[in-house]
């Protein structure tokens, strides 16, 4: 018969005899103690120690022919089978409730026990932090294999049973700790949508580190343009971190700059860790990030520029700047504001938000007297202010009178004709020869004086 443990357990006796029984007895199989003396034999909260074969044992008098007596015993057996589930009888052999290693060590085999009738089902689930747990087998034995910095975590050995149609469950717990150089699970540049960063509120970049022990952190710049992966931070960035440790730790690096600058667009963040267990790799931010600005001089651009030359000379002027997204530069020679006299587009293409340093060239083939002065330089990309920077443009001392006139623009006809002549007692046949006769005599001086013929 089959009784769940902790039930009251009633069995009862039928015996047909003539004369009726005039003794009845039930024990347990192997035991002289006497447990009732009715039919009945009753056991309250009954206890797993108590399964086991009782007997029920029925004597009756009989009369014999020579009027003497005796006594006929007969009896029975009842197999009583107690149920229960594992309880807190579940137990780990070695017996662990702590364990360190160094990764790549052998673990050993680890066995899980416990009492059950019927027997117990085994599983074994892996607790790691918070709301994560991985399945790791369904039998009594766990094995590891060798040690790694995924073993790390809390192992639950669950122990159940079915009895008599409830579940019943018992588990115990042991802690395994990994040594193992630190490892950088995420790097991410906070915020990040797509669209600039601005240079008026600061820049985070988070990575998640596991480790154990405890780690060094180290960040750096990375740019697609630079020869070196790893770049130094300036004194604008700020690092610090949180770490919480269990079985192992986990830190939470924070990398901030304040204030941001355009010059920073295109930078992504790297960053490593170090532990007496050895170094992680260097991750780096998927996204670069992007920081847009009002144009300004470019770092070490003078302010303003003086160039010297000789009328007739080739020169060539320059200007930088810096802005995201690009800017339309234009050049205007003053006092004139409304016509620029040369310009540069940046404010369309693909390099718009992803360039940061724009030069401009305005390049003059022959400086005529009418194009010495001052030139205004502007860079706007309509965010704001306009960068501007002044380029004067002066004769230069050392020029000689015959270098600076050698290029002047060709005089007009009326004021080259000869002392006798008169424009107005000549038809246009003649005007038109004499003008054509004295450009080429103008342009043949220049040939000869400039090739040296």
Not at 399 to 405: K, Y
């Amino acid at each position: 018969m089959w009784v769940k443990e902790g039930k009251n357990f009633t069995v009862e006796a039928y015996i047909t005899a003539n004369p009726h029984p005039m003794k009845i007895s039930w024990r347990k199989e192997g035991s002289t103690k006497l447990l009732s003396r009715n039919l009945k034999l009753s056991l309250q909260n009954i206890r797993r120690e108590q399964a086991g074969v009782y007997v029920v044992e029925a004597t009756s008098l009989r009369m014999r022919e020579n009027n003497t007596t005796e006594e006929v015993t007969g009896n029975t057996t009842v197999n009583v089978v107690v149920k229960y589930g594992p309880g807190d009888s579940v137990k780990l052999s070695p017996n662990l409730t702590t364990f360190e290693v160094d990764a790549g060590e052998p673990l050993p085999l680890i066995t899980c026990s416990a009492q059950c009738e019927p027997a117990c089902r085994y599983i074994w689930y892996q607790y790691y932090r918070t709301n994560t747990d991985r399945y790791r087998g369904s039998t009594a034995v766990l094995n590891l294999g060798n040690a790694s910095s995924s073993d790390v975590g809390i192992y639950m050995c669950r122990a159940s049973n079915n009895v008599i149609g409830d579940n019943f469950e018992g588990n115990v717990t042991f802690e395994l700790r990994v040594k193992y150089a630190p490892e950088i699970k995420s790097v991410t540049l906070n915020g990040y949508t797509g669209n600039p960063y601005s240079e008026s509120f600061p820049i985070t970049v988070t990575s998640i580190i596991r480790t154990y022990p405890n780690a060094t952190i180290t960040w750096a710049i990375s740019h697609e343009k630079s020869l070196n992966s790893f770049l130094p931070l300036d004194s604008r960035y700020s690092a610090n971190q949180t770490m919480t440790c269990t079985y192992d730790c986990e830190i939470a690096a924070i990398l901030t700059v304040f204030p941001p600058l355009c010059t920073d667009t295109g930078n992504k963040y790297s960053v490593y860790a170090t532990n007496r267990k050895g170094n992680s790799s260097i991750k780096t931010t998927h996204y670069s990030n992007t920081i847009a600005c009002t144009p300004r001089l470019a770092n070490n651009a003078p302010m303003n520029q003086t160039y010297r030359t000789c009328e007739g000379a080739e020169l060539n002027m320059t200007a930088s700047f810096v802005s995201v997204p690009g800017p339309f530069i234009s050049w205007y020679l003053l006092p004139n504001t409304r016509k620029y006299v040369h310009h540069l587009e940046g404010r369309v293409g693909p390099g718009t938000y992803t360039k940061v340093f724009y030069k401009t060239n305005y390049h003059i083939p022959v400086m005529y007297r009418h194009l010495f002065g001052t030139y205004l330089v502007e860079a706007n990309n309509f965010r704001g202010s306009i960068a501007k920077t002044y380029i004067r443009v002066l004769k230069n001392s050392s020029c000689s009178d015959e270098s600076t006139t050698a290029l002047r623009p060709v005089p007009s006809v009326a004021a080259t004709l000869p002392p006798n002549a008169s424009s107005s007692k000549m038809n246009g046949p003649a005007r038109i020869i004499m003008g054509s006769a004295i450009a080429f005599l103008v342009f043949r001086g220049y040939i000869l004086k400039n090739y040296n013929i």
